[in-house]
């Protein structure tokens, strides 16, 4: 199963949640919604959902995007799962949206709120010591250099020696380059399936 995590105002309903859902099929994609903009309920609700998951089908890949990036990381390091992708993510959201600080924002369900420091705060206690501590699930991250709202060159500099790194010239935040890496997902997919059969190496 591949679990996707929507970034900080989207949806399950989103774009890339869709598109992402119809290109791995026949895989199952379960696209939850969750309140990303509320860091304490946000993994609360994901960690009951996400243990589960694993108990009913086994380890999930996750595919998270910006803050579901985010999420995902923390996530890893309590459940055990088969893979992680990181596409564009925030892995210090009080950093690289501190611009966003004291601005209204609004979610995809219409839900209006300000993006208050206290509550980029909240993420620091769920980010890890070290970029590459304690990982036992193999990584890979999707990044657009063009992105426009976080500085991706950092993400790659942070993961470089634990993570399988797949950078695209320009592209923005949203990730233009989803359907270049869609065969890539489905390879590891493939492996990981493999693995959890006893077919084949796990993939690191």
């Known amino acids: 199963m591949i679990i996707y995590l929507h970034g900080l105002n989207s949806s399950?309903?989103?774009q890339k949640a869709r598109h992402i859902s119809r290109a791995l099929a026949p895989t199952r994609v379960l696209a939850p919604d969750y309140p990303a903009h509320q860091p304490e309920r946000a993994v609360s609700i994901l960690l009951?959902?996400?243990?589960?998951v694993v108990e009913q089908s086994g380890p999930p890949v996750i595919i998270g995007s910006s803050m579901g990036g985010f999420y995902g990381r923390w996530l890893i390091t309590r459940v055990p799962c088969a893979h992680l992708f990181m596409i564009n993510p925030a892995i210090q959201p009080w950093v690289q949206l501190r611009a966003?600080?004291?601005q209204?924002?609004?979610?995809a369900s219409g839900e209006g709120y300000v993006l208050t420091r206290e509550i980029l705060d909240q993420t620091r206690a769920l980010a890890?010591?070290?970029p590459c501590a304690n990982?036992?699930?193999?990584?890979?991250?999707l990044l657009d250099d063009g992105d426009e709202v976080i500085d991706q060159r950092s993400v790659a500099a942070a993961y470089r020696d634990c993570a399988r790194l797949l950078i695209f010239p320009r592209g923005n935040h949203?990730?233009?380059?989803?359907d270049q890496s869609l065969d890539m997902i489905r390879e590891t997919l493939t492996l990981c399936q493999e693995s959890?059969?006893?077919l084949g190496p796990r993939l690191g």
Do not use: I, V, W
Not at 104 to 107: I, R
């Open 128 to 130: 890890p010591s070290r």
């Open 174 to 178: 949203a990730f233009a380059h989803l």
């Open 100 to 102: 966003y600080a004291g």
């Open 196 to 198: 959890a059969a006893g």
């Open 135 to 141: 990982l036992d699930t193999p990584m890979t991250l």
């Open 104 to 107: 209204p924002q609004e979610t």
């Open 48 to 52: 009951t959902l996400l243990e589960r």
């Open 12 to 14: 399950s309903k989103s």
